[in-house]
């Protein structure tokens, strides 16, 4: 039988980046604390999986970074949304409430 | 205790221990893997480079000071498997990963020289085809030792091959990917400076082999080593051999034969068979061992692998020296029985042999009266037996009558057991009046090898002729004769006895040494058995063992006319 957690696992994946925006609308963070703000929704475990994506991310310019020093260890990347990244998130919420809705529609 | 490696993750130093170092490596590499392919590889690497620098930070706290195995197991579960890295665009699993890369990277050929005996040779081969060096090497030593092939084979390759001088060659040499060098060169680095703090604490035996570069110095390493493997493995065919016959020897043979005749038990044969395993074996096994160590340059000491292995040696040595001692108590003590017959005899009688090793299917005499003594063993009635030679010895008595004082020795572990065992001899003669039928032979049925010995002496009236049958020509070599007639002559003639010893009657022409003693009138030239000696008014001339000496009294002439005329 095929295990639906593989299923799961490709749902989360797909909606990471507009939780990770998300998060980020709410204030700076930096990897280690998008990951406590996520962890309740069980989208992301590891800090793993935040780095690739958060570079893409940097890299298209939706994404910006600040240095900020630190008490326990090296400098850490602060992240926040650029305006075309702010712009970027609310095109993604409008697309996941649409979607939801037609999908709880479907499956009821 | 452990060993630990410094190294610098993000402008931040961290001790590490080696196998948590080695898994980190792993752990970067694996990562690295899978996002290589990624925009923005080198960045994300930095960044997780930091991100674990600041994990480390936070669990080395004022107690701890070296970064330990659970703390890469929790970095893992912070930052994920390897896979986690993976996005869906560029590398869905790690094996496609591996092989884009591995594809894309074609391995080169290069000398190494960060391992190297002569020329690197060896390990850039090992590099290319996937090999342990070691094993190259070895390939090349035993094809040296075959057809001296391999020494052209390795100048050419030195003179073709190029030395790998940047990093880029080294991770060309090995087939790694190009574009992780960053964190490659970062590890590496980190590499080095361990070796250096490896130089600087370890003592002098490893930077013996592993630092010191000399190239001289590694050659001397590499022939001694063969050598020494070469011996190593002579010694080991000769000890595997020894123990073939030792393990042949369980049938009737001559091993077999004394090893029942003097050890008490068949354990402490296996025993002393362990001890002779223990004690040549482990020492050949170390020679190979460790002329492999020296050949190969492996600098790997294994305190528990020598300890132990002295260990066993040791308790091989108790074995053996209690075997030989147990065996050695059983001939602590000796024992003398003594047994005089006296007998009336004619004015003429004849000694001779009765001949039981040959009833005993023994060795036979040797013809031309050598006397081959010892011990022999002979098989009879499916029973074996040890068979000792007597000695015979003749003296002049000093009254009428003929005696025969058989004297029989054996040993034992106490006093009593040496008694039994000599009284264990059997030994028979037959006497009358015409003389002598002597056993040649004695054995001890049912009693082990303890020294037994039977000294027969026979002495004889004076004035009483004696006959020696042919046969005694074994035992009488020893027998004092005045005739000076060499002592294997002497069986089968007619011999006097006189208060000097026996003197033969029907020797003539048989005397080999007949008393030379020549004097002129005068005193003055002497010619006896050692040498030929002048004294004249001129010189003392003297011609013997010392050789010519010639001691001038006034003038310095003519001494070889005087020997001449003599």
Known sequence: MLNSENAQAQMRKGVLELCVLSVLKNGDAYPSQIIEALRETKLVVVEGTLYPLLTRLKNTGLLAYRWEESTSGPPRKYYRLTPEGIKYLQELQTAWHDLVLTVNKTIQ | ?566
């Open chain 2, 1 to 566: 205790m452990n060993k630990t490696v410094t190294i610098n993750l993000s402008g931040f130093v961290f001790h590490i221990n080696e196998d948590a170092y080695s898994a980190l490596q792993a752990y970067l590499n694996e990562i690295s893997n899978y996002i290589a392919q990624q925009e923005g590889a080198e960045e994300m690497l930095a960044d997780i480079e930091s991100r674990i620098a600041e994990l480390l930070q936070t669990a080395m706290g004022q107690n701890r000071q070296v970064v330990d195995m659970n703390d890469v197991n929790r970095i893992r579960e912070v930052l994920g498997n390897p896979a986690d890295f993976a996005t869906e665009g560029s590398a869905p699993n790690s094996e496609a990963t591996e092989q884009t890369h591995y594809e894309k990277i074609k391995k080169r050929l290069f000398r190494n020289p960060d391992d190297q005996v002569l020329g690197g040779v060896c390990s850039g081969l090992g590099a290319y085809l996937d090999v342990d060096t070691t094993w190259v090497r070895l390939a090349m030593v035993l094809l040296v030792s075959a057809a001296g092939l391999s020494i052209w084979v390795y100048l050419v390759l030195w003179l073709v091959i190029p030395i790998a001088t940047t990093a880029a060659d080294r991770y060309a040499m090995r087939g790694e990917p190009g574009n992780l060098e960053n964190i490659m060169k970062n590890f590496q680095e980190e590499a080095k400076e361990f070796g250096k703090r490896q130089k600087q604490n370890m003592p002098r035996y490893q930077e013996m082999g592993q630092s010191v570069l000399n190239p001289t110095f590694k050659l001397m390493g590499v022939i001694v080593g063969a050598f020494l493997l070469l011996l190593g493995i002579g010694l080991l065919a000769a000890f595997l051999m020894s123990l073939l016959g030792i393990g042949i020897a369980s049938g009737n043979t001559w091993m077999s034969n004394w090893r029942s005749a003097i050890v008490q038990s068949s354990d402490s044969y296996v025993m002393a068979i362990c001890a002779y395993i223990l004690l040549v074996g482990i020492p050949i096994a170390m020679l190979i061992y460790a002329a492999l160590k020296l050949m190969l340059r492996i600098n790997y000491r294994n305190r528990w692998l020598n300890a132990s292995l002295s260990l066993i040696w040791l308790i091989g040595l108790g074995m053996a020296m209690y075997v030989s001692g147990t065996t050695l108590m059983q001939f602590k003590d000796d024992a003398r029985i003594r047994e005089t017959s006296k007998y009336a005899v004619n004015d003429t009688i004849s000694i001779k042999m009765n001949n039981r090793s040959a009833i005993y299917d023994g060795p036979e005499m040797d013809e031309e009266g050598g006397h081959t003594g010892g011990y022999f063993f002979t098989e009879r009635d499916n029973k074996n037996y040890i068979m000792g030679m007597m000695e015979l010895i003749i003296v002049p008595a000093d009254n009428d009558s003929l005696s025969v004082t058989i004297l029989r020795t054996a040993n034992g572990s106490d006093s009593r057991e040496a008694n039994r065992n000599a009284k264990g001899i059997e030994y028979t003669y037959t006497a009358n009046n015409k003389g002598l039928l002597l056993d040649d032979v004695f054995i001890f049925p049912g009693r082990q090898f303890r020294m037994q010995e039977v000294e027969v002496r026979v002495s004889i009236p004076i004035g009483t002729v004696v006959s020696f049958d042919r046969n005694c020509r074994p035992f009488i070599d020893e027998a004092e004769n005045v005739s000076h007639v060499w002592p294997g002559k002497v069986a089968g003639r007619r011999w006097l006895m006189t208060s000097g010893g026996l003197k033969c009657i029907d020797c003539q022409g048989l005397e080999s040494e007949e008393e030379i003693n020549v004097q002129d009138k005068d005193g003055k030239v002497l010619i006896n058995k050692k040498g030929i000696y002048v004294d004249d008014e001129n010189a003392k001339v003297s011609i013997d063992a010392n050789g010519i000496r010639v001691v001038e009294k006034e003038r310095v002439e003519k001494k070889a006319n005087k020997e001449d005329e003599k």
